[in-house]
């Protein structure tokens, strides 16, 4: 727990929500900001501020529960899709430093999120770029 974080509060009831869904582990509630209606949050009940420091059997449990939360959602507002979105550090849009994933019901010509601007690597980036990946990766 972290006195300073708003989800942490959330966690200890200290700041209400309008629940979903919690077990031991994992806690989900509306957006307050909702891009689209029943945009969700789904967090870790205990506070790690990145994906990167959440614990394997962690990450497992908020994994676990997208899809049957996702599906819920999207029948209940009845939209044809939705995004799971997870930002990490500042620099990717992440506002509240505690681990939490975004489930966005999505509608045809609802104008979020449009295409991606797509790049392509040099000859030998590619491979460049796999290697040093693979140098760093600590599983
Ligand atoms: P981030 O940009 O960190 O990925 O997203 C944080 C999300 O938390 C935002 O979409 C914002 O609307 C939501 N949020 C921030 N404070 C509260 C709150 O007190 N209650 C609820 N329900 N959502 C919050
Ligand atoms: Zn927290």
Redesign the pocket.
């Known amino acids: 727990m972290s006195d300073q974080c708003?989800f942490c509060e959330?966690v200890k009831g200290n700041?209400p929500?309008a629940k979903i869904f919690e077990d031991d582990q994992v806690l989900s509630?509306?957006?307050?900001?909702p891009l689209s209606p029943g945009h969700c949050?789904l967090i870790s009940k205990k506070h790690y501020a990145r994906l990167e420091h959440c614990p394997a059997d962690l990450t497992a449990a908020l994994a676990s529960r997208l899809g049957p939360i996702a599906q819920a959602v999207i029948t209940a507002v009845n939209a044809p899709g939705y995004n799971i979105l997870n930002?990490n550090h500042p620099c990717a849009?992440?506002?509240?430093e505690h681990v939490?994933f975004?489930i966005i019901p999505r509608n045809p010509n609802d104008g979020l999120f449009g295409n991606w601007p797509a790049d392509k690597y040099p000859a030998g980036e590619m491979e460049r770029i796999q290697q040093k990946i693979t140098d760093s990766l600590a599983i």
């Open positions: 708003i959330i700041i929500c509630f509306l957006d307050i900001g949050l930002n849009g992440q506002l509240v939490h975004h």
